[in-house]
């Protein structure tokens, strides 16, 4: 995202990071207390966190984070709304606009009209990150919601039962039809968490979340086992990372925190959060040296000229990829079928001249590219993109 627009003035989202929406197929699975104790990992690796509960109907987030409802928020003198505080992370919600016993009765418009309100009529300061806790479902609500607002990504949180995850799976193609890049799948509630002894046994069925990412090519981004201490801790106003950080829970949640958050990295290599806009020629990543023995899986620089995407490896190896071959190994459902793994993009529709317009990190795991075409849904993981055709010597 740019600070600036291209007549040079602020944009309304400037500094508010990468926005990251916490969504999922249907409700009670745990999204709001994901998304309140990812804010509180983020926060625990440095970044600056902002959420917006956008669960109209049902706000949360506030009583999972101790914030009283019902004390309307004070502006701030270029009259924006300042945001609640709660241990280091800012918050807006319809909760503290209404009180959270008095549901919102709103239709589809007047919801996003709120939204834009949340995001741009707030005094956010400069923030890494902001979340957005949407409502349950995949209706057009959250339809209209991932198409309003520059997300860099999409969480889904589903529970193990297979009804739940087919719901999920309906919730990915909603997402990847916008063009919604899918950060992955977090599955809620996958074991149980003895409060004795810490042991965590697998009381439903195991490995659905994992199968859903991997027939739809997501991220598995790991399971949060069913612990009594969470409920506890949400309904505190005191989420389980504060006082139970080493639970197994608590672990989940920062791993979490560390695939998307993108500061814990295990050796050098590129530096992210970045987001570089190709054709504008800005934000492109910082290198990092090579290392010898290095993961040569990491790539610790991106270089795009006309020969294509230069990307360097932290075992020092060097490879080229073609626009046009990128492009075409999309594997976003838009462009592969989930189920037979056929593709469904015809290379005829890609022109020979098609180009990235923007490549951004993707957690410390992927960078997402959008192209010339408009289509920015696909995330390429490091292994894919070193599995990928090197650009031949006489095509250089
Ligand atoms: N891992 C967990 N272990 C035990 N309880 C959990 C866990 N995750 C969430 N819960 C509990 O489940 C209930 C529903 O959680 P939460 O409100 O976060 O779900 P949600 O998906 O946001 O629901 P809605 O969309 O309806 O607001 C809460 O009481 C919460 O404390």
């Given at each position: 995202m740019?600070?600036?627009d291209?007549?040079g003035?602020?944009s309304?989202?400037?500094?508010l ?8 197929g ?12 990812l ?5 625990g ?13 049902g706000p949360s ?5 101790g ?5 309307p928020?004070a ?12 241990h280091?992370?800012?918050?807006i ?9 008095k549901?919102a009765?709103?239709?589809g ?11 741009t009529?707030v ?18 609500i959250?339809l209209?919601?991932?198409?309003a ?5 999409a ?10 995850l087919?719901i ?7 997402l ?6 899918i950060?992955?799948?977090v ?5 149980f968490?003895c409060?004795s002894?810490?042991?965590?046994t697998?009381?439903?069925?195991q490995g ?6 991997d ?27 504060l ?7 608590a ?16 050796g050098?290599?590129?530096a ?12 492109q ?5 090579a290392?010898?023995g ?8 991106l ?6 995407l230069?990307?360097?490896?932290q075992d ?8 046009r071959?990128?492009r075409?190994a ?26 990235p ?9 992927a ?30």
């Amino acid at each position: 995202m740019t600070d600036t627009d291209q007549t040079g003035s602020t944009s309304p989202l400037a500094g508010l990071g990468r926005m990251i929406a916490v969504s999922s197929g249907k409700g009670g699975v745990g999204k709001s207390t994901l998304t309140a104790n990812l804010a509180l990992a983020l926060a625990g690796q440095g970044l600056r966190v902002g959420v917006v509960d956008a669960d109209l109907y049902g706000p949360s987030i506030p009583g999972m984070l101790g914030i009283p409802g019902d004390q309307p928020p004070a502006m701030s003198p270029a009259k924006k709304v300042i945001p609640a505080q709660a241990h280091g992370v800012k918050v807006i919600s319809m909760a503290m606009l209404s009180g959270d016993d008095k549901p919102a009765i709103l239709r589809g418009p007047m919801v996003t009209k709120y939204l834009q309100m949340f995001i741009t009529q707030v005094d956010w300061g400069t923030l890494d990150v902001l979340l957005l806790d949407l409502p349950p479902g995949t209706g057009d609500i959250q339809l209209t919601l991932a198409q309003a607002f520059p997300l860099s990504g999409a969480l889904v949180v589903s529970t193990p039962q297979d009804v739940s995850l087919k719901i999920v799976r309906r919730g990915l193609r909603m997402l990847e039809q916008v063009n919604v890049p899918i950060l992955g799948v977090v599955e809620n509630m996958s074991g149980f968490t003895c409060p004795s002894c810490g042991e965590v046994t697998h009381i439903f069925h195991q490995g659905g979340g994992q199968k859903i990412a991997d027939s739809l090519n997501v991220p598995f981004l790991g399971s949060i086992p069913l612990d009594p201490a969470v409920v506890d801790g949400g309904d505190a106003g005191r989420p389980l990372i504060l006082d139970a950080p080493d639970s197994p829970a608590a672990q989940a949640y920062r791993a979490v925190a560390a695939a998307i958050g993108g500061k814990e990295q295990d050796g050098p290599g590129l530096a992210v959060p970045f987001d570089w806009q190709v054709a504008q020629g800005s934000g492109q990543p910082a290198g990092a040296a090579a290392i010898e023995g290095g993961d040569p899986e990491r790539p610790v620089a991106l270089e795009y000229d006309t020969s294509g995407l230069h990307i360097r490896w932290q075992d020092g190896g060097e490879q080229v990829i073609d626009p046009r071959d990128l492009r075409l190994a999309c594997q976003c459902a838009a462009c592969r079928d989930e189920m037979s793994g056929q593709r469904l993009l015809d290379p005829a529709s890609v022109a020979l001249d098609i180009q990235p317009t923007r490549i951004w990190s993707v957690g410390n795991y992927a960078i997402g590219v959008a192209f010339s075409d408009g289509h920015s849904s696909g995330i390429y993981t490091f292994p894919a993109l070193r599995a990928m055709k090197q650009v031949e010597a006489e095509d250089v």
